[in-house]
């Protein structure tokens, strides 16, 4: 291997699995390993996983953990500048050591930040992002997270509480956010926001082709669905994907006014339907920002898919 070239390992903590990716610092993914997160989410268990595949990936390798420059874990919440979790939801953590305690067991440099965060590092270094100073990744899946690069640095806030868009109030809806508020773009604009939408819609009594697969629950109602009851111009679905696209631009438009970004990438699971809502998106947000027409931020679907996470962690690795 080229010796300029650093090797990290680079991982994506999840709710449900971790992906591991041992990369280089020139983008490429040497292997890519993936776990289940264990089910009682307990911190140690989970720590004993990371370690775990940590030196089963190095051993698959032949390498020793001297020849990594460090790992970086993406965690879905809250990381301070000590790697501390501050808090994680899906994984019930609470103030957790995670990158001490990975140090420990692990003898090299850790760092520990946001997914979303990451992801956006990933997208800025390798992907839709790549030559840019500032830009935003926003990931449009269970939730709306997002990833902000100010200056070529990932940007956490003063406090690390920083860019949690997804929890922006844009309006009023019909049901209050997991975080307690009422109107967070991401109950707009998610596939959750898609899924209640749509019920919501159908409740109300209007028809649809989705009511066959609506049945009682909402739990059995996906976007998949919904994106292709849309491309078989179903009145609802078509209805719920207006509402998302339009409060989608609404919040796009707020970010374009105060960070004139020179891209805004769109990733997550949604994203790869973008072809039904990109170019209705781009018009109502140039309808929402303050420059219109000459606009020059660039609105674009996120390159990496899933391996956005990986990569951004592993590169964050080599901040300081
Ligand atoms: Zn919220």
Request: glycine share 12%.
């Amino acid at each position: 291997m080229d010796q300029q070239q650093k090797i990290m390992i680079g991982i994506d903590l999840g709710g449900t699995s971790i992906k591991f990716g041992l990369i280089s610092s020139k983008g490429a993914i040497l292997r890519k390993n993936k776990r289940k997160t264990p089910i009682s989410k307990d911190f140690h268990e989970t720590v004993e996983v990371i370690t775990e595949e940590v030196h089963r990936i190095l051993e698959q390798e032949g390498l020793r953990i001297s020849h990594l420059v460090g790992i970086g874990i993406g965690i879905p919440g809250v990381a301070n500048e000590k790697g501390e979790v501050v808090f994680a939801n899906n994984l019930f953590w609470k103030n957790k050591p995670l990158q001490r305690i990975l140090e420990e067991q692990l003898g090299t440099r850790v760092k520990v930040g946001n997914d979303a965060s990451l992801a956006g590092f990933g997208e800025f270094h390798f992907g839709a992002m790549k030559n840019t100073r500032n830009a935003l990744l926003l990931t449009l899946g269970t939730g709306l997270g997002a990833g902000v690069i100010i200056n070529g640095n990932v940007f956490h806030g003063s406090h690390y509480l920083g860019t949690e868009i997804g929890h922006m109030v844009i309006g009023e809806n019909f049901y209050n956010c997991n975080c307690g508020n009422n109107g967070c773009l991401e109950t707009f604009a998610s596939a959750t926001a898609l899924v209640k939408y749509a019920t919501h819609l159908m409740d109300a009594g209007e028809t649809s082709s989705l009511k066959t697969v609506h049945g009682k629950k909402e739990k059995s109602l996906t976007t998949q669905q919904i994106f292709a009851a849309a491309r078989n111009n179903d009145k609802i679905a078509i209805k719920a994907l207006d509402r998302f696209t339009h409060y989608l631009a609404i919040g796009i438009a707020n970010l374009i006014n105060i960070f004139d970004p020179e891209v805004i990438a769109l990733g997550g699971g949604l994203s790869e339907s973008g072809d039904l809502f990109l170019e209705d998106l781009r018009v109502v947000v140039k309808t929402h920002t303050y420059v219109k027409e000459q606009n020059p931020t660039k609105i674009v679907i996120a390159d990496l898919k899933n391996d956005a996470g990986i990569l951004g962690s592993g590169m964050f690795v080599l901040k300081d």
